[in-house]
């Protein structure tokens, strides 16, 4: 996938900077309809259908919180004595979160048929309910990972992109360094840094899920600080060479001094997105695997709003009273540096809070088992 779109990215940039934008958006249509034709043609051939008697996992899993919310008054006795009817064993349950075990009574203490949760429905939402605090905290990763599609272009944009007098790189197509960054480390992860890994931990994938998604997270905060400190240099560049005031002209700095921040974000894409896809889909249960993968895609998705949401209310903060803001037109006059320092603090608070979270969650899986 990361070698098809580091194609994409350089050759569809190159038409739509050098050629025609309806050029470079129509050949991902056409593209894209011809496969949706061979997608349809090949659905006729394909046939998948489990059956189940199960409810759909949604309705089990808000059934518990229903039917816990409902039960908020019943008493931990009630609940104790409800479990030795069903012949459920005090280990059978996890410790943590047993609020839900109210979920094990029917509402108002009746017994009445179909209302009654299951100690694996049970099970099954606090599954779901212990990898919260992990999504949480792996919410400013994503919020960092859309500055690389957002405000690193603006940046490119603005600085020297010429390789010789003919040609232009197009600003956006740097981010095909991330997708060189992953194609290139992955192997290098999987057969240096596993085994040497293994060596030490004992453990076959070297190191844990969790440590792989906290190491992805400290790296994207060093590529928020990297990306500081080269639009601090380019910000004095500009100053330098009277451009400040000029936010058309091309600042003579070279836009290769961006490739470091792409690279650092390649690397982390490596570590982190790998290793939240493996997470929760490794950590529900098997009824539970469509849900996992959806918390995990919503990282991004909503990752994404929030940066948005970031960029406007600083953007209202820093532009208030007439005074330029952090995202200015006129980068030459903005501070994208501050914003980026900005989100390297949330990255280490989010940081230290998933460090935190990560090991209560390791501490409370294991004390289930």
């Known amino acids: 996938m990361c070698g098809g779109l580091f194609m994409t990215l350089c050759i569809l940039n190159y038409i739509q900077d050098?050629?025609?934008w309806g050029l470079g958006f129509g050949i991902p249509c056409i593209v894209m309809g011809l496969a949706l034709v061979?997608?349809?043609?090949?659905s006729f051939n394909y046939r998948f259908c489990q059956s189940s008697d199960e409810n759909n996992p949604f309705i089990r899993i808000g059934n518990v919180f229903i039917n816990a919310a409902r039960n908020w008054q019943t008493t931990t006795s009630a609940i104790s004595v409800e479990q030795e009817v069903q012949g459920i064993l005090p280990h059978e349950g996890s410790e943590q979160f047993k609020f839900l075990n109210k979920a094990l009574l029917a509402p108002n203490g009746s017994k009445e048929n179909g209302k009654i949760c299951s100690i694996d429905e049970v099970e099954e939402a606090k599954a779901i309910l212990r990898l919260i605090p992990i999504w949480t905290t792996c919410l400013v990763y994503a919020i960092v990972f859309s500055q690389s599609t957002t405000l690193f272009t603006k940046q490119g944009a603005t600085?020297?992109?010429?390789l010789d007098l003919n040609f232009e790189v197009p600003a956006a197509s740097l981010q095909s360094f991330i997708s060189l960054s992953v194609v290139i480390f992955i192997p290098i992860y999987d057969r240096i840094l596993v085994p040497f890994a293994r060596a030490?931990?004992?453990k076959p994938s070297g190191i844990t899920m969790l440590q792989r998604i906290g190491t992805g997270i400290f790296l994207s905060i060093l590529s928020m600080v990297v990306a500081a400190i080269i639009e601090k240099k380019r910000l004095q560049?500009?100053?330098e060479h009277g451009l400040v005031d000029m936010p058309k002209a091309t600042v003579p700095m070279s836009i290769c001094w961006l490739i470091p921040q792409y690279i650092l974000f390649g690397?982390?894409?490596v570590f982190t997105m790998v290793g939240l896809q493996e997470f929760f889909y490794d950590q529900v249960p098997v009824e539970l695997k469509s849900i996992g993968l959806s918390l995990y895609l919503s990282i991004f998705g909503i990752g994404s709003f929030l940066s948005s949401f970031l960029i406007s209310v600083t953007e209202n903060i820093t532009g208030k009273d007439g005074q330029i803001s952090w995202f200015s037109d006129n980068l030459n006059q903005a501070h994208l540096d501050y914003f980026y320092w900005v989100l390297a603090v949330l990255s280490t608070i989010a940081f230290t809070a998933y460090l935190y979270f990560s090991?209560?969650?390791?501490?409370n899986k294991s004390s289930s088992l």
């Open 159 to 162: 600085m020297d992109r010429s």
């Open 18 to 20: 050098n050629l025609s």
């Open 38 to 42: 061979v997608f349809l043609l090949g």
């Open 267 to 269: 690397i982390s894409e």
């Open 200 to 202: 030490i931990t004992g």
């Open 359 to 363: 090991r209560s969650y390791m501490y």
């Open 237 to 239: 560049t500009a100053l």
